[in-house]
């Protein structure tokens, strides 16, 4: 939360009020990194009374991570708006919405670059290959492999990641994060993708799953691909504090795996990383590099979220709950997979949700009617901008059953699974200090 608010203050101070509603939950990766590398004395300010956090004051993050987070955001964001205007997707299909639009993101592509500059980065490097994202379909509409459609995400992000380790003053890390990048990149991509499929086949859209001919299992295997070449990148980062980065990037990108395909492989992953962390330990090797972990640990803001066109995306399936675009976190309330979302308890197709099997009521007690949907949004709505949604145990504002506030979620019985399966491995040290 901390990275979340230090992100939108940064769009508001550097770029005005509008900027703020490019706030999205993978931009402040960025934040996080810079931290995590960096020393944590001077990266913290108290910040003013807000409504999403129920008008309490809290500490945020400020400094070069956060700008550099709000520069790749909202160049991003502009990508993605103008992609909506050529596209002439809902509002934009009108002239006056679009001409508008138009100023915007120009607007934003100046101020994105000035403040990137200011820090050292160069956004051109975004917006280039943004540019070559529609070559890079057509080649994989000719037949071409599917992993050329990612390439100008994993190029983006790439860039993005190694900076980071310039500003904290370990130039020794860009390799190993730029890495990561890519592969984050690639994941984001392929998750959208997968997330989308039937969607875009009902419509007709252009899928690059579909178009080359790749199977949902075979998008799985590059997905968890990726999610384990991530780890193994951050495993030769030389960070001051890892426990929020292998959080969000190492549990995290294989939980937003499992909630899109449907399924996991916890049990299974944690224990091939078991039995390749003891052979690595008895022929003297480094457990985190040499175990045959493909599957991953299951961990949040999804700090780390999915629901990205590409990268990061601006605040569509993410920002800031109750801002413009903003939705919530996966695996809380609204998010998805979470409480209320798609997949999710209560959401359609999940448990209690429209089309999704029904939850017996606790306690032989009847389940409350859930509310309509105009009075939910309604409830939700004012549960966002009080900051119940995240900090306190509330009843879901459309099924009415009761939920765990995101913020309470500190040491789940899965995380407990995960620290003693791995035999201390996974270097989770948030859930496992909390677990122990």
Same mark, same amino acid.
């Given at each position: ?48 009374? %807000? ?41 934009? $299909? ?25 820090? #050292? ?83 007709? $859209?252009?899928?690059?799953? =579909?178009?080359?001919? =790749? ?97 990061? #995306? ?13 939705? #919530? ?23 209690? &949700? ?21 009075? &939910? ?7 966002? %901008?009080?900051?119940?949604?995240? %900090? ?6 459309? =099924?009415?059953?009761?939920?765990? &506030? ?16 791995? &035999? ?7 859930? %496992?200090?909390?677990?122990?």
């Amino acid at each position: 939360m901390a990275h979340l608010c230090g992100l939108c203050l940064a769009l508001r101070d550097d770029h005005g009020q509008l900027a703020r509603t490019a706030t999205n939950y993978d931009g402040l990766v960025i934040s996080v990194l810079v931290e995590a590398q960096s020393s944590r004395a001077e990266e913290r300010r108290t910040a003013g009374p %807000c409504p999403l956090r129920g008008m309490r004051t809290a500490p945020v993050a400020r400094g070069e991570g956060a700008r550099l987070a709000a520069a790749v955001s909202l160049a991003l964001a502009s990508v993605k708006v103008r992609d909506h205007v050529v596209d002439g997707d809902g509002v934009f $299909a009108r002239r006056s919405v679009a001409a508008g639009a138009r100023r915007v993101t120009r607007r934003w592509d100046r101020q994105s670059a000035g403040s990137a500059a200011a820090v #050292g980065f160069d956004t051109g490097v975004l917006l280039a290959a943004a540019g070559r994202q529609e070559e890079a379909e057509s080649a994989v509409s000719a037949g071409g492999s599917l992993l050329l459609a990612t390439a100008p995400t994993e190029e983006a992000t790439a860039a993005a990641f190694a900076h980071t380790a310039v500003l904290a003053g370990r130039p020794g890390n860009a390799e190993a994060l730029a890495e990561a990048g890519r592969l984050f990149g690639r994941l984001a991509h392929l998750l959208d993708a997968a997330e989308d499929r039937a969607e875009d086949e009902t419509r007709g $859209a252009w899928n690059p799953l =579909t178009v080359s001919g =790749t199977s949902q299992a075979e998008a799985e295997r590059l997905c968890r691909d990726a999610v384990h070449g991530i780890r193994l990148a951050l495993a030769e980062v030389e960070f001051i504090d890892r426990a929020l980065v292998h959080r969000l990037l190492a549990h995290e990108t294989s939980e937003a795996v499992d909630r899109v395909f449907g399924h996991r492989h916890h049990h299974h992953a944690c224990a091939n990383t078991d039995a390749g962390a003891s052979a690595s330990a008895s022929a003297g090797g480094d457990p985190r590099v040499s175990a045959p972990d493909s599957g991953g640990h299951r961990q949040p803001p999804r700090v780390l979220g999915h629901g990205t066109s590409g990268s990061f #995306g601006p605040a569509e399936g993410y920002g800031v709950p109750g801002a413009p675009g903003g939705a #919530g976190v996966p695996g809380a309330p609204g998010g998805h997979g979470g409480s209320g979302g798609p997949g999710g308890s209560g959401g359609p197709g999940g448990p209690g &949700g429209p089309g999704g099997p029904q939850q017996p009521a606790e306690g032989g007690q009847p389940k409350k009617k859930p509310r309509e949907p105009v009075l &939910g949004c309604a409830v939700w709505l004012t549960m966002a %901008c009080t900051c119940q949604l995240l %900090c306190c145990d509330h009843d879901d504002p459309f =099924t009415r059953e009761r939920r765990e &506030g995101f913020c309470d979620r500190n040491c789940s019985s899965s995380d407990l699974e995960c620290c003693n399966t791995c &035999g201390g491995v996974c270097e989770c040290l948030a859930c %496992c200090s909390a677990c122990a």
